[in-house]
């Protein structure tokens, strides 16, 4: 098993791990029923699998996903003693918000907030916390502004912290066709069509973002149902519309924003993780490498792997979270 390289703050390079040969897989049995609880200004549903003393570990789901991304990897991760909990974003399956009057807003740091009140209501003080898309951008910011409930964070596609003002700034045009659905989302016709047309939608990014994972209709059809949330579409056009300051974001979380746009060091143990074939846009891991000031490693998973990692290459992305946590 590989050991974490500590970086040295700003003189550190990018540390790049070497081949992983992983153990043969047990077998992996069902995945339990999802729970729900109240936590903030959600009803979170979610699954918990592992003993309930073993290490915790969140697993967070990106747009346009769910939790089935993490079914293979929840087991792996359950065997190996950890107490695995794998949430349903706001706007995604069964998780509601508490009441009507609460803003559906999607920006990046509420969903982290929701991270943070989850583990407060199951109370858990700390754990190590992994995702991708969205959610490892949610697993960034808690890592970088509540330092202290974070054992390890594993991350797919490295630092994903922004800001509206990062947002401002514009892309050659190879980078901004990346982000065709971003604009697509910032008109009325864009939002009307993502409701219309959200399975199409998402089965669409499904391809363009795992060119190689040849996904059958059954695993698509599993993980679309979350999609039918009430709150779905509002959240999704709300995020990227806030990306690109065209709509303001909840005023209780101003001076978080106000931290983020700063692009704070990440001081806990890191993995971040790359896909060899993530049709989604994404830096080069040099790019943000520096970002990491704690101990810090990035993995490069092969064999036409592309952005939803944990559910291409489940393998890979349990052992990152097992080696972040032994750190």
Same mark, same amino acid.
């Given at each position: 098993?590989?050991?974490?390289?500590?970086?040295?703050?700003?003189?550190?390079?990018?540390?790049?791990?070497?081949?992983?040969?992983?153990?043969?897989?047990?077998?992996?049995?069902?995945?339990?029923?999802?729970?729900?609880?109240?936590?903030?200004?959600?009803?979170?549903?979610?699954?918990?699998?592992?003993?309930?003393?073993?290490?915790?570990?969140?697993?967070?789901?990106?747009?346009?996903?769910?939790?089935?991304?993490?079914?293979?990897?929840?087991?792996?991760?359950?065997?190996?003693?950890?107490?695995?909990?794998?949430?349903?974003?706001?706007?995604?399956?069964?998780?509601?918000?508490?009441?009507?009057?609460?803003?559906?807003?999607?920006?990046?740091?509420? /969903? +982290?907030?929701?991270?943070? *009140?989850?583990? @407060? #209501?199951?109370?858990? =003080?700390? %754990?190590?916390?992994?995702?991708?898309?969205?959610?490892?951008?949610?697993?960034?910011?808690?890592?970088?502004?509540?330092?202290?409930?974070?054992?390890?964070?594993?991350?797919?596609?490295?630092?994903?912290?922004?800001?509206?003002?990062?947002?401002?700034?514009?892309?050659?045009?190879?980078?901004?066709?990346?982000?065709?659905?971003?604009?697509?989302?910032?008109?009325?016709?864009?939002?009307?069509?993502?409701?219309?047309?959200?399975?199409?939608?998402?089965?669409?990014?499904?391809? /363009? +973002?795992?060119?190689?994972? *040849?996904?059958? @209709? #059954?695993?698509?059809? =599993?993980? %679309?149902?979350?999609?039918?949330?009430?709150?779905?579409?509002?959240?999704?056009?709300?995020?990227?519309?806030?990306?690109?300051?065209?709509?303001?974001?909840?005023?209780?979380?101003?001076?978080?924003?106000?931290?983020?746009?700063?692009?704070?060091?990440?001081?806990?143990?890191?993995?971040?993780?790359?896909?060899?074939?993530?049709?989604?846009?994404?830096?080069?891991?040099?790019?943000?490498?520096?970002?990491?000031?704690?101990?810090?490693?990035?993995?490069?998973?092969?064999?036409?792997?592309?952005?939803?990692?944990?559910?291409?290459?489940?393998?890979?992305?349990?052992?990152?979270?097992?080696?972040?946590?032994?750190?």
């Amino acid at each position: 098993m590989m050991e974490l390289v500590a970086s040295e703050g700003a003189k550190a390079g990018l540390v790049i791990d070497g081949p992983i040969k992983l153990a043969e897989a047990e077998t992996l049995v069902p995945r339990p029923p999802a729970k729900q609880i109240d936590a903030g200004v959600l009803n979170v549903g979610y699954v918990e699998a592992g003993p309930v003393d073993g290490p915790a570990t969140l697993l967070l789901h990106g747009w346009p996903y769910d939790i089935h991304s993490f079914d293979e990897v929840t087991p792996r991760l359950a065997s190996a003693g950890f107490r695995v909990i794998v949430p349903y974003a706001r706007g995604y399956g069964p998780t509601k918000f508490l009441s009507k009057e609460t803003p559906r807003t999607g920006q990046p740091s509420a /969903l +982290a907030v929701d991270t943070i *009140a989850l583990m @407060d #209501a199951l109370n858990i =003080r700390q %754990a190590t916390i992994a995702g991708f898309d969205w959610g490892a951008r949610s697993a960034d910011i808690v890592a970088a502004l509540w330092p202290d409930r974070v054992k390890g964070i594993v991350s797919v596609s490295g630092y994903l912290i922004g800001s509206q003002e990062a947002g401002k700034m514009p892309l050659p045009p190879k980078a901004e066709l990346q982000w065709w659905y971003q604009y697509y989302f910032a008109t009325e016709r864009g939002r009307e069509g993502y409701s219309k047309y959200r399975r199409e939608f998402a089965e669409l990014i499904w391809k /363009l +973002a795992s060119p190689k994972w *040849a996904f059958d @209709d #059954a695993t698509f059809a =599993r993980s %679309a149902v979350a999609f039918d949330n009430p709150d779905h579409v509002d959240i999704v056009i709300h995020n990227y519309r806030w990306r690109l300051g065209l709509v303001q974001g909840d005023a209780g979380l101003d001076r978080l924003e106000a931290n983020l746009a700063a692009a704070p060091q990440i001081t806990v143990p890191t993995i971040t993780l790359e896909g060899d074939e993530n049709g989604a846009p994404h830096l080069e891991p040099a790019a943000y490498a520096k970002k990491f000031s704690g101990k810090y490693l990035h993995r490069l998973v092969t064999g036409g792997i592309g952005h939803n990692l944990p559910q291409e290459a489940p393998e890979a992305f349990a052992q990152a979270v097992i080696d972040v946590s032994k750190s």
